[in-house]
């Protein structure tokens, strides 16, 4: 601001000199001139004087540390660069080289008003798909700042989508409106609710007694029953999930893969699919559902053989077995319909397969996931995962890459290079050696047992027109007309919090949707890649540069206007460990650090 009033101060000494030239040129009175301009430029020179000096000093450090640099030549390192704004658009940078850094991002720019450019550190294929996912949703940057990234952040939303946050009284049920400056499509129903119950049983009295216009996940049990109920109809959601049995490496007895290996050949995956899954269920052949290209390459999971595994545990020194415990959380999912049951049918399997005792220890949601993300789950544990985008990296990048948690403990540095080379390759072809030998080190190293990609679906009152299921469990209720005002929502569990960049629970994901929108997004009850709050995101050549157009005209709900400052500090609060804003709910930022590869000023791994 103080450079802009300089040059235009010092433009208005110059019309006054020009008039005093044309003047003299024409042969008019100079002297005359020279006294009608002269209070202008006295007023000009006073208070040019102090803006000058400003900006002098404002400059100087800027032209100190060019020199110190130029004249140290090879000597220059290359740190992180900070957040520097070229005029007013934001700039965000680093060198991929520098020691520590992991990330997949070397800078991030607002070009214009209107453009982002996003420049990788090495190619990356599956850029739009990620940029589609709902924790990269974008928020305006004076509302990230006010909130100070936390406290009213994770309550209130402010988005750009069909539906606007009204109120969220805990432990009962979210209220949504209506967003009567959508860009898009508006929403069918002025308003919605979100309401909960772990119980699925419970969940379709509800929905039979018509206080509900819509439930997640029926039991195994209810399928059949909402199928020959005329009042209700019911959509069956494709397998893209996986359940498994995860265990720490960095604690004993987990910490020998013999241990783990004997696990996983003890443990009847069939006999849980059979019993406990809903129709549609497999058993998991692989971590991946097969439906991903190249979920399925490489060799299939360990046959069920209980000899061959107590024979495993006694060679790895546990002849009589050992004592842990299996933790999980009581929350329903499309892969895990009844963790109670399941649970308590591992906990059997162990003692008469293999003679391990384990404990059954329930915890509350978040606690649990946080735990599990900071690695702190000395036992088993009951997790799985719903697809977010329809690739390899979704799965395997997110729980086995160099930037994951630490669910599993130590990283398989074998295992974390091998999915690194295969990310940056486009064409699923070019990807299959490695995911082929990703797979086969999954298998050898046992982080997890996969157990079963589990059918799921959704009910709704036969009443409500233009009903889907997404197979990434983003239902778009917006597009969905109830009959009346009030669309009403029945999901397993109560969301965490609705700052959705730092969540990974589907509860908290699928409210955040219907309220904040990413550059990209996903097509309604599908997997395709859309355009969103950017009109197109493409790319250079070799897949490192991707330069994103933002959408003209949209508004956010508190009636600023979207620009590219917004999608840049969106990002970087994430990206960013040491950024002032990046808070959040955990301050994990899981999805950020897993899918773009790591932390900008990451603090160094204890």
Not at 184 to 190: F, K, L, N, S, T
Not at 225 to 241: K, V, Y
Not at 289 to 317: K, M, V
């Amino acid at each position: 601001m103080k450079k802009n009033r300089a040059l235009l101060l010092m433009g208005l000494l110059l019309v006054a000199a020009m008039v005093i030239t044309a003047c003299t040129a024409t042969g008019g009175d100079v002297q005359q001139a020279i006294e009608e301009v002269a209070p202008t430029l006295a007023a000009a020179a006073t208070e040019l004087a102090p803006t000058v000096e400003a900006v002098v000093e404002e400059v100087a450090p800027t032209v100190e540390a060019a020199a110190t640099e130029l004249a140290g030549g090879a000597e220059a390192t290359a740190e992180p660069v900070a957040e520097e704004p070229a005029g007013d658009l934001m700039v965000v940078g680093t060198e991929c080289d520098t020691e520590g850094y992991t990330g997949l991002f070397k800078e991030i720019a607002a070009i214009d008003p209107l453009t982002v450019q996003f420049t990788m550190c090495v190619p990356d294929p599956a850029f739009p798909s990620k940029a589609a996912f709902t924790s990269f949703a974008i928020q305006p940057s004076e509302w990230l700042e006010s909130t100070g990234g936390t406290g009213e952040l994770l309550e209130h939303p402010v988005g750009t989508g069909p539906y606007m946050i009204s109120a969220w009284n805990r432990g009962e049920e979210v209220q949504f409106a209506k967003n009567a400056n959508y860009w898009g499509d508006p929403a069918v129903a002025d308003n919605l609710v979100f309401r909960w119950q772990s119980e699925s049983a419970a969940r379709l009295l509800e929905l039979q007694s018509g206080t509900v216009d819509g439930i997640d996940n029926p039991g195994p049990d209810d399928f059949e029953t909402i199928a020959n109920d005329s009042n209700l109809q019911l959509l069956e959601r494709p397998a893209l999930n996986v359940f498994y049995v995860g265990m720490n490496n960095t604690y004993a007895p987990f910490d020998n893969e013999l241990v783990r290996q004997a696990i996983a050949m003890g443990i009847d995956r069939t006999r849980i699919v059979d019993n406990f899954s809903p129709p549609g269920s497999e058993v998991a052949s692989h971590f991946t559902p097969c439906s991903i290209p190249n979920g399925c390459a490489g060799e299939e999971w360990y046959e069920f053989d209980p000899e061959a595994a107590r024979a495993l545990l006694a060679e790895a020194g546990y002849p009589d077995g050992f004592e842990t415990e299996i933790a999980y959380r009581d929350v329903v999912r499309g892969y895990l319909p009844d963790p109670n049951i399941v649970a308590q049918d591992i906990q059997a399997q162990l003692e008469e397969n293999l003679g391990i005792t384990a404990t059954i220890n329930v915890m509350e949601s978040g606690a649990f996931l946080a735990a599990a993300d900071a690695g702190e789950l000395t036992g088993l544990h009951l997790l799985g995962w719903g697809a977010d985008y329809p690739d390899m990296t979704n799965f395997v990048d997110y729980h086995f890459g160099a930037g994951s948690s630490a669910q599993f403990g130590d990283h398989f540095t074998d295992l974390t290079d091998v999915l690194s080379q295969a990310a940056s390759l486009a064409g699923d072809d070019a990807r299959a050696p490695l995911y082929e030998q990703a797979n086969n080190l999954i298998k050898q190293h046992v982080p997890m047992v996969p157990v079963a990609h589990g059918g799921s679906g959704v009910a709704y009152l036969a009443s409500v027109q233009n009903p889907h299921v997404s197979p990434l469990g983003n239902e778009t209720f917006s597009q969905m007309d109830p009959g009346k005002d009030t669309f009403v929502w029945m999901q397993n569990a109560e969301p965490i919090s609705l700052y959705c960049a730092d969540e990974t629970d589907g509860e908290s994901l699928r409210a955040c949707e219907q309220v904040t929108e990413a550059l990209l997004a996903y097509e309604v009850g599908g997997t395709a890649v859309i355009p969103a709050l950017a009109t197109s995101c493409e790319p250079n050549e070799d897949l490192t540069v991707w330069t994103c157009q933002l959408r003209e005209g949209v508004s956010f709900h508190d009636g600023s206007a979207l620009d590219a400052n917004d999608v840049v500090t969106s990002y970087v609060v994430q990206w960013d460990a040491a950024n002032p804003l990046h808070v959040g709910n955990t301050g994990a930022f899981s999805y950020f650090s897993a899918l773009w590869g790591g932390f900008l000023n990451a603090p160094p791994a204890e």
